[in-house]
């Protein structure tokens, strides 16, 4: 079966740092994506980990335990920009064809 | 922009009614994926198609249907329409069948009325 398990809402400041954490249930892995949705628009994608540890991209960074089923996204130096929508999703079990999305984490970016 | 695109970017029609939404994946990609956003509900896959072929199908319902075609377009044909059906429909591309990124377009804002 398939569980992703993300908070439902944070809030941050402009300029902080904020982890939006993803617990993963899943009998096959095949990686772990995280993409940001602004209201009413398309994802987009901002990262993919396959193996443990951390992938650095600028303000972003994602982390992976696999043995704990456990990821989570980073947000450095916060932008009112950065208020949005971000999911965590990962394949299928059993199939890496299609990606099973979380409810998502709406974060808020205050002034 | 992805280099995804879908048509029409909105739509309303009438409970009963049968539409036809429409996607261009991305140039070189041969994977087609369609979701559903409700606004109760997160994204919800419902069906992959790669090179033409259906590979996977997920929350779709029988009123539902998909294809894709040798060019690579898709399109999801929705018929007897329902208020709950009132959604955003993404579609998303690839470029293999498997373990890869999927790039979404804009969507298609159905409202049903």
């Known amino acids: 079966g398939q569980n992703i398990d993300q908070p439902t809402e944070m809030t941050a400041t402009e300029g902080a740092i904020v982890q939006i954490n993803c617990t993963y249930q899943?009998?096959?892995?095949?990686?772990l994506f995280w993409y940001q949705q602004h209201a009413g628009e398309a994802p987009t994608f901002l990262s993919y980990?396959?193996?443990?540890g951390l992938e650095e991209k600028g303000r972003f960074s994602s982390f992976l335990s696999r043995s704990k089923g456990y990821s989570y996204l980073l947000l450095k130096e916060l932008q009112m920009k950065d208020s949005a929508s971000y999911l965590c999703a990962v394949p299928l079990s059993g199939s890496a064809r299609q990606l099973t999305f979380g409810s998502g984490t709406q974060l808020t970016v205050l002034p | 922009d992805s280099g995804v695109t879908q048509t029409p970017k909105h739509l309303i029609t009438a409970t009963g009614q049968r539409v036809t939404l429409r996607c261009s994946p991305r140039s070189g990609d041969l994977s087609v994926y369609w979701y559903q956003q409700s606004l109760d509900q997160g994204l919800q896959f419902l069906i992959h198609?790669?090179?033409?072929?259906?590979?996977a199908k997920g929350n779709i319902l029988e009123r539902f249907s998909a294809q894709q075609f040798p060019d690579l377009h898709s399109e999801l044909n929705l018929s007897s329409l329902e208020l709950g059906d009132s959604a955003l429909y993404f579609c998303?591309?690839?470029?293999?069948?498997?373990?890869?990124?999927?790039?979404f377009g804009e969507g298609s804002w159905l409202t049903v009325v």
């Open positions: 980990n396959v193996l443990d």
């Open positions: 899943t009998s096959g892995f095949n990686g």
């Open positions: 998303a591309s690839s470029v293999l069948d498997s373990g890869n990124t999927i790039y």
């Open positions: 198609y790669y090179n033409g072929e259906e590979r």
